[in-house]
């Protein structure tokens, strides 16, 4: 793994709550979530596979491992970014996401890119 400004990605998320997917009397909550990522390095790379930790309100822990994201294994030219909508349930109407995607540039250098942490809320749940 490498700490070389050539291979980074930069990883914004958008979330919303799902209503319509959800049952509050069930302890039900789901949530979609927006990812773009950038490549913001100086050299090609694709995107091999990633890693979830969800965790609750409960300090429950889910842990999500698998190859590239929505069925594909996207090759990110430097600047620019691929795009992804994905989701989740929970149990609790609050929670966080964060974890790392692992990529391989074109060169065969691997390194991880972190997912900042972002928050899972129901609206109006939080003031």
């Not at 979530?33 to 090609?44: D, F, L, Q, R, S």
């Amino acid at each position: 793994m490498t700490t070389d400004k050539r291979y980074e990605c930069l990883v914004t998320v958008e979330t919303t709550f799902l209503p319509d997917q959800s049952d509050i009397n069930a302890s039900r909550y789901a949530f979609s979530y927006h990812v773009t990522i950038t490549n913001t390095g100086t050299v090609a790379a694709q995107l091999i596979s990633r890693h979830w930790v969800i965790t609750d309100a409960e300090q429950k822990v889910q842990e999500v491992r698998g190859l590239g994201v929505v069925g594909e294994q996207p090759l990110l030219q430097p600047s620019t970014s691929f795009e992804y909508s994905s989701g989740t349930v929970m149990n609790t109407a609050v929670g966080t996401m964060s974890g790392t995607y692992q990529f391989t540039a074109v060169d065969g250098t691997q390194f991880d890119v972190p997912i900042p942490s972002f928050t899972l809320v129901m609206p109006r749940v939080l003031h």
